[in-house]
């Protein structure tokens, strides 16, 4: 008995196109993708939709995702500690304005806390450090007055 074996061929898949595709969405991705902020260790800020002149302030505090204030460093300061630090460096005395660089992603208690904690401290103004929706770099600051 004779059995035909045939050969199958096998055909190629040509994956120059796969390729072509695969590049141009990493390609995509690459350009629309976001962008980081340029704020110390990624704290991004909120977008504000009017813009104002920004002034820095003399002193800055940053409040991080994990809802935790920081002067400088990575050492979190509790609100009594940012109270004594301002009452150090004689904020109201000599009508500092005082900073606040907020992550978008940081809880509002917090930030209604440290209002509450300036208040008490006496800090007549402060400044929260937002992004201008309207341009990238621009960057405007909303006076929270501190009653």
Avoid: C
């Avoid at 690459?30 to 920004?54: D, M």
Wanted: hydrophobic residues 45%.
């Amino acid at each position: 008995m004779k059995l035909k074996h045939s050969r199958r061929e096998i055909k190629s898949i040509d994956l120059l196109p796969l390729i072509n595709v695969v590049f141009l969405l990493i390609l995509f991705v690459l350009v629309a993708g976001r962008p980081t902020t340029n704020h110390p260790n990624q704290i991004e800020v909120a977008q504000s939709s009017r813009e104002a002149p920004y002034e820095s302030a003399a002193l800055s505090v940053w409040l991080k995702q994990d809802d935790k204030f920081y002067l400088t460093g990575d050492d979190p300061q509790s609100l009594g500690e940012l109270t004594d630090y301002f009452a150090e460096k004689n904020t109201v005395g000599q009508g500092l304005v005082v900073e606040l660089v907020a992550d978008r992603r940081a809880h509002a208690k917090a930030l209604l806390d440290f209002r509450q904690a300036m208040a008490r401290a006496g800090v007549g103004e402060i400044r929260i450090k937002t992004e201008f929706s309207g341009t990238a770099t621009a960057a405007a600051a909303t006076n929270v007055g501190a009653k």
